[in-house]
């Protein structure tokens, strides 16, 4: 990363690390842009030049969490699905507990789209890689793809446990990433089901 590009990648933390503290102070609603860019000494334009609108921090915000969370995932192949059920459960649990600005992210952000945004910032797809190049899950489907379908898995079952009791939010979202790691085992080329008789028959092509 070029000098130009780290120093607006500070700013732009900055700006979301002062939100996230005026709104634990505020509440996200009660504090205006005016209000997030005096502290720091930046005009509006430049924070717009940073975030549309404000509330383009609290996609900004989910964004970093889920980057956060599947971040160095693919150190240990061998160990990946212990070490995402891990980061899943710990990620249900924020979200049950989310206050501030967080609370608001999860309750009015665009989760999806956050959660798309972050796998180009993790090594979640690498992971994914590695584990299929061991012949532990099936060719079919990229692992980009896998690793999007994880990402908008975890994300859905972390919205719906908002409020719910820690332990009871953090199994909620490892069993939506169970799914779909379960799903995409490799398969056997053709599964027999027994007919009414008892006997084996194929499925219908």
Known sequence: MQLRERKKAR????????A????????????RVRDLIEPLEISE??????????????DAWLETQFANTFA??????????AVLRER????????????????????EGRVAAAALAAV????????????RADGDLRADVPPSELAELV???VASAAVSVRGAAAGAAGSRVVRALDVVLDGA?????????????????????
């Open 120 to 131: 180009e910032q993790c090594d979640l797809v690498a992971a994914l890689a590695a584990v």
């Open 20 to 31: 996230v503290e005026l709104s634990e102070e505020r509440g996200f609603a009660a504090f």
């Open 151 to 153: 990402m908008c898995a």
């Open 185 to 205: 085992r490799k398969r056997h080329e053709r599964v027999r089901l027994r007919g009414r008789s008892g006997t084996a028959s194929s499925p219908p092509a």
């Open 11 to 18: 700013q732009r933390a900055a700006i979301l690390a002062a």
């Open 88 to 107: 899943a459960r710990d990620l249900g649990m924020q979200a049950a507990a989310a206050t501030g600005l967080g609370a608001a992210a999860w309750d």
């Open 45 to 58: 334009a430049t924070f717009f030049n940073y975030y549309p609108n404000k509330a383009r921090l609290l």
């Open 72 to 81: 160095g995932v693919s150190s240990n192949p061998r160990a990946l699905r």
